[in-house]
């Protein structure tokens, strides 16, 4: 019997192998981008409604919100869901919501907030007059007269839920 030479080299067992780990390792990474981008938007998001609140806080310390822009009329349905288990409502909030316009808190805090994510309709906005409506954009905070909830009307996904507000308890005062 003859017999083959020790050659060196690969087989194909090896290489498909090597291959199917590989892409068991790639799938994880895939995966993970997706959550990376989802984190990246709910952060920004966060980081909007900080910004929004601080600087509301300090615009109108002792003063009402309600001329922090036109009444909110539009559709308030996703108030009546739950995020994260919990209620989106605040129990304290009252009926009136108030759409927030940059130009008017950039006026109370004299100065310029940062930038906002999201929002388009809140720097756009520049006037107080009457209501404003989802049907114009529904890339709006509001601002909850009572409780000074702030919610995003869009929402953001992250981990397969929507957000509307920071995740907060609140206790019924």
């Known amino acids: 019997m003859q017999r083959l030479k020790n050659e060196k080299g690969i087989t194909l067992i090896a290489l498909s192998i090597t291959v ?5 390792i790639s799938v994880p990474v895939v995966v993970n981008m997706t959550n990376i981008h989802q984190f990246e938007k709910y952060t920004k998001f966060k980081d909007d409604i900080d910004n929004l609140r601080e600087s509301i806080s300090i615009a109108y310390h002792n003063k009402e919100v309600t001329d922090i822009g036109p009444k909110y009329d539009g559709n308030k349905e996703f108030l009546k869901g739950t995020q994260n288990e919990k209620q ?5 909030d009252n009926e009136n919501y108030y759409v927030i316009s940059i130009e008017k808190v950039n006026k109370g805090i004299h ?40 919610y995003y009307v869009k929402g953001v996904n992250y981990n397969g839920e929507k957000y509307y507000r920071l995740n907060e308890d609140f206790s019924d005062v």
């Open 88 to 92: 989106i409502k605040n129990v304290n």
């Open 20 to 24: 199917f780990v590989l892409s068991l």
């Open 111 to 150: 100065a310029d907030m940062p930038e906002l994510n999201f929002g388009t309709g809140n720097q756009s906005l520049n006037s107080n007059t009457g209501t404003y409506s989802s049907e114009e954009t529904d890339d709006v905070y509001i601002i909850n007269e009572q409780s000074r909830t702030i």
